[in-house]
């Protein structure tokens, strides 16, 4: 971990002399499911990503870090590391767990909250500050859910944690926009996906669920091809 680490700073310093301009995709959540699916993607069209997430192991996620956004020290480590890489990044958030049931019987909601979304907060505020300081178009990407903009009968915590992010990002995109900022928002809200998401409580249409390959792919052309400060797209299920 630390001799990536370590080059990819290497990498940046020499890009901040202007030898060398470099720039790497960050995906939290980048270590199963959809986040595993785009960074395979970005790795595959020559694009230095950097994935986070807690079962984190350098053989098979290659460059990355070990980090439980539960844990607040992992989270000052992980601001700490971000710093250290430079300016130009482009940030995914797709990190995110989920919990069917009723509200009174959900153990520990607020872990849900941090780890969903307000944990978060501070490692998006520190990509956030080096994007506007990039050299280049650089692009933060959030994975909400289309629990982001409905209500559910049996996940209101983690309802509210997706609306939550698709707030956040539809304000930020409004920033971005007033800012004429470098930097673009994109949110997408995805359904139902056969992921590792589901292995506890598989539901009866799985089988119908979106391919998170394909949702992958979706997201990065949109990404990339995004010409206005803010985007967003709902991926229903069948749609792709
Ligand atoms: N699957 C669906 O039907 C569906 C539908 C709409 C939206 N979404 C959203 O899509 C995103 C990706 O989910 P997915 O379906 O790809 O599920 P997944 O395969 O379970 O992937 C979730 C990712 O989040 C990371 N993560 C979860 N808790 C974490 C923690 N405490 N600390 C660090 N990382 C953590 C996981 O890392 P580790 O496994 O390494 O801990 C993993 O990389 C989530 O935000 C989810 O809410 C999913």
Excluded at 159 to 175: I, N, P, V, W
Excluded at 200 to 227: C, G, H, M, W
Aim: glycine content about 8%; proline content about 3%; aromatic content about 8%.
């Amino acid at each position: 971990m630390f001799s990536i680490a370590t080059a990819v700073g290497m990498l940046k310093l020499i890009s901040r002399r202007g030898i060398l301009v470099s720039m790497i995709t960050v995906v939290l959540g980048g270590t199963s499911g959809l986040g595993a699916e785009i960074a395979g993607a970005l790795r595959a069209n020559g694009k230095e990503t950097f994935v986070i997430g807690r079962s984190y192991d350098e053989q098979t996620h290659g460059a990355g870090m070990k980090i439980d956004l539960a844990q607040k020290a992992d989270i000052k480590q992980l601001c700490e590391h971000l710093q250290s890489l430079g300016e130009d990044l482009n940030f995914y958030w797709v990190s995110g767990y989920g919990y069917q049931g009723d509200f009174a019987a959900q153990p520990s909601p607020e872990t849900m909250a941090a780890v969903n979304f307000s944990n978060v907060l501070p490692v998006a505020q520190i990509a956030w500050r080096m994007m506007l300081a990039a050299e280049k178009t650089t692009h933060l990407v959030v994975i909400s859910s289309t629990s982001g903009y409905k209500a559910r009968k049996d996940e209101a915590v983690y309802a509210a944690t997706k609306h939550a992010q698709t707030g956040f990002a539809r304000s930020l995109g409004l920033e971005a926009e007033r800012l004429h900022a470098n930097c673009k928002v994109a949110l997408f809200m995805p359904g139902g996906m056969q992921t590792p998401f589901w292995d506890n409580n598989r539901p009866v249409q799985y089988t119908e669920f979106l391919d998170p390959k394909k949702v992958a792919t979706r997201v990065i052309d949109r990404v990339e091809s995004q010409s206005e400060p803010f985007y967003e797209e709902i991926i229903e299920r069948g749609s792709l």
